[in-house]
């Protein structure tokens, strides 16, 4: 089984900073995509930031300029780094990953269990 576990949130206030940390264990033989999604309270979870194998990132253009996205391969890790958060970031942010278990295995997407975000104004 694959797991990921993710780290960092908490309660911040607006103009904060706050760091998540996703990491994947398990049997695994590669990992393609990974990325960050969110749900706020009454919402649809959205897309937002993702990075491939190669390092090439991804934003939802409503944290553009604010968040950063990378990641170790060799630790199967993940990072957002958020910035000049805003009330409207308060949501639980799930890591997801794009994972091939075996070399003959098809691509499968795996998701945390969430951790939440809380930006007060």
Known sequence: QVQLVESGGGLVQAGGSLRLSCTASGII???????????????QRELVATITSGNSPNYVDSVKGRFTISRDNNKRTVILQMNSLK????????????????????WMDYWGKGTPVTVSS
Do not use: H
């Open 29 to 43: 033989f590669s990992i393609n995509a990974m990325g960050w999604y969110r749900q706020a309270p009454g919402k």
């Open 87 to 106: 009330p409207e970031d308060t949501a639980v942010y799930y890591c997801n990953a794009d994972v091939k278990r075996l070399s003959w295995s098809s």
